[in-house]
Nanobody
Framework: QVHVVESGGGSVQPGGSLRLFCAASGISYSFYVMGWYRQAPGKQRELVATITANGNLNYGDSVKGRFTISRDNAKNTAYLQMNSLKPEDTAVYYC????????????WGQGTQVTVSS
């Protein structure tokens, strides 16, 4: 079975930090683009960051300079380091894996809640 599982969410104060984890199994991980997306209540899902197998990066404008995406291919794990968190960052964060070539089928995790409040 394919497993894409997020963890590391929680509640923090504004200005705090969290580190999210995305563990993938059942796929050829090194051939996949990994991404983080988020969805707040009443809003559409939006891009947070993506990273290719070779380390090419893309960030959403709202998180540039604050969030960092990385991956460890040996551990089949992607990470999202979130610093200087704001209340506007409150959302469910989802991990996505999509093959760089061939099939475009998307594998999504079930999400992890991040809440930023005083």
């Amino acid at each position: 079975q394919v497993h894409v599982v997020e963890s590391g969410g929680g509640s923090v104060q504004p200005g705090g930090s969290l580190r999210l984890f995305c563990a993938a199994s059942g796929i050829s991980y090194s051939f996949y683009v990994m991404g983080w997306y988020r969805q707040a209540p009443g809003k559409q899902r939006e891009l947070v960051a993506t990273i290719t197998a070779n380390g090419n990066l893309n960030y959403g404008d709202s998180v540039k300079g604050r969030f960092t995406i990385s991956r460890d291919n040996a551990k089949n794990t992607a990470y999202l380091q979130m610093n200087s968190l704001k209340p506007e960052d409150t959302a469910v964060y989802y991990c996505k894996a999509v093959k760089e070539r061939g099939s475009s089928f998307e594998y999504w995790g079930q999400g992890t809640q991040v809440t930023v409040s005083s």
